[in-house]
């Protein structure tokens, strides 16, 4: 072939069929691939929803009442506490104690004092958390999990022997306080015992089809 400028053109070559069976071969592993990493990516994602599952159901204890809850943790319940609720969740590496009740923000107040070092004021939860289901453990009591709470929520806490108030001094466990002041006059306290070692005496675990049932509520 001879162009206009008189040079001649060279015929483009194909490649050669071993070549092109190459490239074919890796455009379908490829693509195989591409499906196998999918595939693989769906069941993470299932095996992560039914792990986070197990872990919401698995091992609530039957019984634990707001007062048996009270004494494992060391921390008295004002007696004029109304929606009272606990529940005690049994782990592979610790344990984990809830006790919820509703007081007015007066003895609110006062009990936070008590509860801390020098009186020292519990402090605003300015930066919430974004909700986790896998450490969701206070919607066992229908409640929010309190760091995940912003507005009108305060957040505290003490471990054994931080205070000597006749609230805070037989503390058995270290515990975080939540005070969430969600209507006028009322507040609710929320504790959280992080619980190691055998509980005396242990209630009664549940199997998990009992998990949805809830937790035990005072009056």
Request: glycine content about 10%; some cysteine.
């Amino acid at each position: 072939m001879t162009t206009m400028a008189g040079s001649v053109m060279e015929p483009r070559r194909r490649p050669p069929t071993w070549l092109r069976r190459v490239l074919i071969g890796a455009g379908v592993t490829a693509g195989l691939l591409g499906v196998a990493y999918a595939a693989l990516l769906l069941l993470g994602v299932k095996m992560w929803d039914d792990l986070v599952q197990r872990e919401q159901s698995c091992c609530w204890a039957v019984g634990a009442t707001p007062e048996w809850m009270s004494g494992v943790m060391g921390l008295p319940v004002p007696p004029a506490a109304t929606d009272r609720r606990a529940a005690f969740k049994s782990g592979s590496a610790y344990d984990t104690g809830l006790l919820v009740f509703t007081v007015t923000d007066a003895e609110a107040q006062r009990y936070l004092e008590a509860l801390n070092k020098s009186g020292a004021v519990a402090v605003d939860n300015i930066h919430p958390q974004e909700p986790h289901p896998a450490s969701n453990r206070f919607a066992r009591l229908g409640l929010p999990e309190p760091e995940t709470v912003g507005e009108n929520m305060r957040l505290s806490g003490l471990c054994p022997g931080d205070v000597t108030t006749p609230e805070g001094k037989d503390v058995h466990y270290c515990t975080k306080v939540f005070a969430h002041a969600f209507q006028p006059g009322s507040t609710r306290l929320f504790l959280r015992a992080t619980i190691e070692g055998a509980v005396t005496p242990a209630p009664t675990m549940g199997p998990p089809e009992d998990s949805g049932k809830g937790g035990d509520s005072g009056r």
